[in-house]
């Protein structure tokens, strides 16, 4: 089983390592597209101012002799004269989570965005500078607003293929104007006259943060930053839902129809096979047959490769040393008996008292000695039952 876990764990890291290398990949390639969008805005934006001073600087100079600027005359962005595409008229690009908070910034960030549907804002640049309207759609993606009324209205061209016969190629559509470029206005009482007027409030900070975990919201409050001023929150009119006969009841949602039960298993063991796949190399809870099945060919591997079974082609001499072994084994270690202890002491003191006078041990000394230890492991073996063996 270690086996078969760890070939999972590889698995596991392989797959990571890719969808890593897969992400790291697409991230590199969403911002050489969000670059070159970026790099085609501006070089629109700049023909555009371009064609205008030049257009301007024509009519001046030429008066009547002007020539006329409407003809369905496309440029070399294939947009017509004061018409822009839809994409930029919309801010449909995809931007990255420091932009968003750039552009909200002045609103509490993108987390908390302190701003609503329903706020009175003011344009602060553009074309509409100083306008004030009501926020009628938020968009979160690119933090960008539309405003109620004409404000925001430009002129688009229009992709072919939403072309209708005998409708223009040029319409006029609201475009999406970003959170930066407006501020909230709010009436606020002058301290000094008690009389309430409408001031831009520049920067807001969200107070209060509260999570509600049964419905998933998040509510808060806004303040100016400084005045420690709340600023109440637009009223929204509650939005009526529509009932249809193939929806369903809240009884019916609500009525408890399974009821787990620990002695039989929730589904069919079929169904398990097919939610997920039997032989996944992801897969860590086998069946414990398996399991038998794989322990048991990895324990013989294991005897195989320990040579258990090259015992059948042992050598004499290998049989003769192993039998050996286990000879010495059983017999255990040899105990020396009173007598025994007793003529090895005569000797070790013969042998003494011949080196103090200088003279060498007699040969017969040695011989009882070593006949002693052969006495000794005769005697050992048989007591044990044991035979010696001979050459």
């Known amino acids: 089983m270690d086996k078969i876990l760890s070939r999972v764990r590889m698995a596991e890291r392989q797959v990571a390592r890719r969808a890593k290398r897969q992400k790291a990949l697409a991230h590199h390639r969403d911002i050489r597209k969000a670059r070159g969008e970026i790099l085609n805005m501006t070089r629109q934006a700049g023909a555009e101012l371009g064609a205008a001073i030049k257009a301007r600087h024509e009519d001046l100079e030429l008066g009547p002799l002007a020539p006329n600027r409407n003809a369905s005359k496309l440029d070399k962005f294939e947009n017509y004269w004061g018409a822009i595409s839809v994409d930029r008229a919309l801010l449909q690009r995809d931007i990255t989570d420091a932009q968003r908070d750039a552009r909200a910034a002045w609103a509490g ?12 804002v003011v344009v602060t640049e553009g074309h509409y500078k100083g306008q004030i309207s009501k926020v009628t759609r938020i968009n979160k993606q690119t933090m960008a607003v539309e405003l109620e009324g004409n404000i925001g209205v430009t ?95 809240r009884l019916d949602v609500e009525e408890r129809t399974f009821v787990p039960t620990l002695l039989r298993p929730p589904m069919p063991e079929a169904v398990l096979d097919e939610l997920r796949n039997r032989y996944s190399k992801f897969r860590t809870r086998h069946t414990p047959e398996y399991v038998a099945t794989v322990e048991a060919r990895e324990a013989e591997k294991k005897a ?28 255990g270690r040899p105990e020396l008996s009173d007598d025994m202890l007793e003529k ?5 003191v013969r042998n003494r008292l011949a080196r103090s006078q200088g003279a060498a041990p007699a040969e017969a000394d040695v011989d009882k000695v070593q006949k002693a230890v052969e006495e000794l492991s005769l005697g050992g073996a048989q007591g044990t039952g044991g035979e010696q063996p001979r050459a």
Not at 158 to 177: S, T
Not at 191 to 201: E, K, L
Not at 304 to 331: F, S, T
Not at 344 to 348: A, N, T, W
Request: glycine share 6%; aromatic share 4%; with cysteine.
């Open 109 to 120: 960030g993108s987390r908390y965005l302190c701003v609503a549907v329903g706020d009175r």
């Open 155 to 249: 002129n688009a061209k229009i992709p072919n293929f939403l072309i209708q016969d005998g409708e223009p190629h040029v319409q006029q559509i609201k475009e999406a104007i970003p959170l930066s470029s407006v501020r909230l206005v709010h009436p606020l009482t002058d301290p000094a006259t008690g009389a309430a007027r409408d001031v831009i409030i520049r920067e807001l900070t969200p107070v209060g943060i509260t999570h509600d975990r049964p419905t998933r919201k998040v509510f808060f409050s806004r303040v100016v930053p400084g005045l420690n001023v709340r600023i109440p929150w637009p009223k929204q009119q509650p939005r009526e839902r529509e009932a249809h006969a193939g929806d369903t009841l």
């Open 304 to 331: 195989r490769r320990k040579g258990a079974r090259a015992d059948e082609m042992l050598l004499p001499v290998q049989e003769y040393n192993r039998k050996m072994r286990e000879l010495r084994r059983e017999r």
């Open 344 to 348: 090895i002491g005569e000797v070790i």
